[in-house]
């Protein structure tokens, strides 16, 4: 099985900088389309940013223009660049394939913005 490791989350004033990372234990290449996920406590994990093998993105409204997503495929990993961190971005993020994501999701890294 895939196994997906998240880390740099931490905690940041609001308008600081985070920058995430995901290693993929397999070619990143061969699951095409990759992106970034957010959870906290009580709702559903949704989709922040995403990148496909072409390394055309599509960002969820509510980060656009402060995220960047990027990809390495000779390192297995994706990053998501985070600016202007607002206090609603404190989150569990995850990274998974898109839009079928693998079953087994990462333990994610925490981001907590302090406002």
């Known amino acids: 099985q895939v196994q997906l490791v998240e880390s740099g989350g931490g905690l940041v004033q609001a308008g600081g900088s985070l920058r995430l990372s995901c290693v993929v234990s397999e070619s990143i290449y061969s699951l095409s389309t990759m992106g970034w996920y957010r959870q906290t406590p009580g709702t559903q994990r949704e989709m922040v940013a995403i990148?496909?093998?072409?390394?055309?993105?599509v960002y969820a409204e509510f980060v656009k223009g402060r995220f960047t997503i990027s990809r390495d495929n000779a390192k297995n990993s994706v990053y998501l660049r985070m600016n202007s961190l607002k206090s609603e971005d404190t989150a569990v993020y995850y990274c998974n394939s898109f839009p079928n994501p693998r079953p087994h999701w990462g333990q994610g890294t925490q981001v907590t913005v302090s406002s």
């Open positions: 990148i496909n093998s072409r390394n055309d993105t």
